[in-house]
């Protein structure tokens, strides 16, 4: 099983809509949980750190569900600028400890 | 600050040659890593260094030497290029108390023909 596993995508989402992807790790042992975002050719950045209580920026808002081992990242009123490969990353899975998933594709469509 | 750069931007080598991705932080970090980043793979860690003469093995090592004799820089050297090495590699940054928090160079494109 992989470490870090997340639907690649696309998801094609009309502008101003709700979407929200998730990801599972496969390491009960993480400790840290991230979302990156990258632009088409261009390298991640860091979005926003998960926290077990739910974290919200603005329109992002991230969840961790230790339970079931899945982060989910939910984004409100999506704007045209949202679309990007979005990177679930885990911190204490892998060699150096960060894990990166494959990443999800999102298109939002005017 | 420039944060990370990485030199060339893009690059084509022939089977067996040899080159250096060159690498450069100007924010003091600590660490330091390579990854590449394949279609439908993600991003895999080749190398990675905690500090000046310090590196150690990632997951996808095999087929490049890395050192790191300053902090401020850290060299990926390809020995012998192969066609499986066609990628985008990119290197990374982080102070040593947030090494989630990783700086990411604009990558470099290598096509081994």
């Known amino acids: 099983r992989k470490e870090v596993e997340q639907d690649p995508g696309p998801f094609n989402v009309p502008e101003g809509a709700t979407v929200a992807f998730n990801c599972t790790y496969s390491?009960?042992?993480?400790?840290?949980f991230f979302w990156y975002r990258q632009d088409c050719r261009k390298e991640p950045k860091l979005l926003m750190s998960?926290?077990?209580s739910g974290n919200e920026d603005g329109r992002f808002t991230a969840q961790l569900n230790r339970a079931s081992q899945y982060i989910s990242l939910l984004i409100r009123d999506s704007k045209l600028s949202d679309s990007a490969t979005y990177l679930c990353?885990?911190?204490?899975?892998?060699?150096?400890?960060?894990?990166f998933g494959k990443g999800t594709h999102l298109i939002i469509q005017p | 600050n420039a944060g990370v750069t990485q030199t060339p931007k893009f690059q084509v080598l022939k089977t067996g040659q040899s080159m250096t991705l060159q690498c450069a932080q100007d924010?003091?970090?600590?660490?330091m890593s390579w990854y590449r980043q394949d279609p439908g793979m993600g991003l895999r860690l080749i190398h990675y260094?905690?500090?000046?003469?310090?590196?150690d093995q990632g997951e996808v090592p095999n087929g490049y030497n890395v050192s790191r004799s300053t902090t401020e820089d850290f060299p990926l050297r390809l020995l012998s290029a192969a066609p499986s090495q066609t990628s985008v590699y990119f290197c990374?940054?982080?102070?040593?108390?947030?090494?989630?928090?990783?700086?990411f160079g604009p990558g470099t494109r290598l096509t081994v023909t």
């Open positions: 990374a940054s982080s102070s040593w108390t947030n090494t989630y928090e990783q700086y």
């Open positions: 390491n009960s042992a993480s400790q840290s």
């Open positions: 998960v926290y077990s």
């Open positions: 990353v885990v911190l204490g899975g892998g060699a150096d400890g960060l894990t």
């Open positions: 924010m003091n970090h600590e660490y």
């Open positions: 260094s905690v500090g000046a003469g310090i590196t």
